[in-house]
């Protein structure tokens, strides 16, 4: 099994949980579908508050290319995203321009290590706001 597979089992058994390295930190999963593959891809990502709309970044530890999901929400912008035991609909939209300069600073605030991720590469960092999507009408919120 991978780290990421064990760290979501971890994720949905415990309600959003985890030990090790995530522990106290905030954390979400987030599906995409694969941009070649068109299957569904789940990965756990640490996210930052910026009002009610969360924020991820494609930092990628601040390698010299994005993470695959970041390739994969470009071609696909509708994800599942869980928060604790909360799941709902999102459109992920990348910030630009000086919207992804501020919120970008705004993550640094929250998370410093994401400023020494930038320093490491020449790409720039993109951050992507999860745009919760309102249910449909007469559907459940229980997902």
């Known amino acids: 099994m991978s780290f990421n597979q064990s760290v979501i089992d971890e994720f949905r058994a415990n309600g959003g949980k ?15 579908v694969g941009a070649r593959s068109g299957r569904e891809r789940t990965v756990p990502l640490g996210y930052v ?8 970044v494609a930092s990628a530890g601040g390698a010299p290319r ?5 390739h ?9 995203v869980e928060v604790g035991e909360e799941v709902f ?3 992920a939209v990348p910030a630009e321009g000086a919207r992804r300069e ?7 605030r929250a998370a410093p290590g ?30």
């Not at 994005?66 to 970041?70: N, V």
């Open 18 to 32: 985890v030990g090790g390295p995530f522990e106290g930190g905030d954390l979400l999963l987030l599906t995409t």
């Open 49 to 56: 508050r910026d009002g009610d709309s969360l924020l991820v």
């Open 66 to 70: 994005h993470p695959a999901w970041y």
């Open 72 to 80: 994969n929400l470009l071609a696909h912008p509708a994800v599942r």
């Open 89 to 91: 609909d999102a459109v």
């Open 102 to 108: 501020r919120l970008f600073e705004h993550v640094v």
């Open 114 to 143: 994401y400023a020494d991720y930038q320093a490491r590469t020449a790409r720039t960092i993109p951050v992507v706001v999860l745009e919760r999507q309102a249910a449909p009408p007469g559907a459940s919120e229980d997902h």
